[in-house]
Nanobody, 119 residues
Framework: QVQLVESGGGLVQAGGSLRLSCVVSGSRFSINVMGWYRQAPGKQRELVANINSGRITNYADSVKGRFTISRDNAGNTVYLQMTSLKPEDTAVYYC?????????????WGRGTQVTVSS
């Protein structure tokens, strides 16, 4: 059974930094893309950043220049370094991993970690 375990959320003042981590375990498939999404109260879940197995990254415009996504050499852990945090970054942050096997992609999600930025 595939599990994604996030950590690193918390409460921080505006302008501060946090680092999120997500570890994938139990996957029998190769993990292609890993990423972070977030969902604020009353809003839809949105992509924050993702990174593929070639370490190519993609960011939402709202976080470019402030957030950095990275992945460990084994490819099973993804990080999100968040700096210059703003109150509008407050949300539940979810980790997502996309596995690939025999022509089919499989989506896996973590349970989320709360990030709260106070003004």
């Amino acid at each position: 059974q595939v599990q994604l375990v996030e950590s690193g959320g918390g409460l921080v003042q505006a302008g501060g930094s946090l680092r999120l981590s997500c570890v994938v375990s139990g996957s029998r498939f190769s993990i292609n893309v890993m990423g972070w999404y977030r969902q604020a109260p009353g809003k839809q879940r949105e992509l924050v950043a993702n990174i593929n197995s070639g370490r190519i990254t993609n960011y939402a415009d709202s976080v470019k220049g402030r957030f950095t996504i990275s992945r460990d050499n084994a490819g099973n852990t993804v990080y999100l370094q968040m700096t210059s945090l703003k109150p509008e970054d407050t949300a539940v942050y979810y980790c997502k991993a996309v596995g690939y096997y025999s022509g089919t992609y499989y989506d896996y999600w973590g349970r989320g970690t709360q990030v709260t930025v106070s003004s």
